[in-house]
Nanobody
Framework: QVQLVESGGGLVQAGGSLRLSCAAS????????MGWYRQAPGKQRELVAT???????NYADSVKGRFTISRDNANNTVYLQMNSLNADDTALYYC???????????WGQGTQVTVSS
């Protein structure tokens, strides 16, 4: 059973930075895409950033230039470096992994990020 465990969330002032981590149980090479999503109160879950096994990245327009997704294959961990945080970034952040063969989606339990203005 695949487990994704997020950490690194917390309370930060506007303009500050946080780095989220997503530790996978086992090798992350088996996932075709890994990424981060977020859900703010009263809103739908939205994509923040993705990273393919080939190294391609994709970001939501709202975080481009501020957030960076990366991975450490040796430690089976994916990171989300978040800079210049603002109140709109306040949300529960989820780690996601997609395996295409067979097609399986995996989610972490989420880590809360709160930005105070």
């Amino acid at each position: 059973q695949v487990q994704l465990v997020e950490s690194g969330g917390g309370l930060v002032q506007a303009g500050g930075s946080l780095r989220l981590s997503c530790a996978a149980s086992g090798s992350i090479f088996r996932f075709n895409i890994m990424g981060w999503y977020r859900q703010a109160p009263g809103k739908q879950r939205e994509l923040v950033a993705t990273l393919t096994s080939g190294g391609s990245t994709n970001y939501a327009d709202s975080v481009k230039g501020r957030f960076t997704i990366s991975r450490d294959n040796a430690n089976n961990t994916v990171y989300l470096q978040m800079n210049s945080l603002n109140a709109d970034d306040t949300a529960l952040y989820y780690c996601h992994a997609l395996s295409m063969n067979p097609w399986r989606n995996y989610w972490g339990q989420g880590t809360q990020v709160t930005v105070s203005s």
